[in-house]
């Protein structure tokens, strides 16, 4: 992790919105990548553009009876 990032993470207040970023990979032939990000408009990271989507992530429940877990 970048250095400066670091230091902007462990900082208590800051000005600096952390977005959350997510890479959905659909097994299709061809292979189909989708770049979201949590906010309200496209951002770009990594010269790769993540486009604005509302979308929410749980915590990930262990499952023992074969089931497939979902975020």
């Not at 902007?8 to 189909?32: D, Q, R, Y």
């Not at 509302?54 to 009876?65: I, N």
Request: aromatic share 8%.
């Amino acid at each position: 992790m970048d250095t400066s990032l670091l230091l902007e993470k462990n900082k208590l207040n800051s000005t600096i919105p952390w977005l959350i970023l997510l890479e959905v990979t659909i097994p299709s032939t061809p292979a189909t990548t989708l770049y979201l990000v949590r906010n309200t408009e496209n951002i770009t990271y990594n010269l790769q553009t993540y486009a604005a989507f509302p979308f929410e992530l749980d915590v990930s429940k262990q499952v023992s009876k074969g089931d497939i877990p979902t975020i």
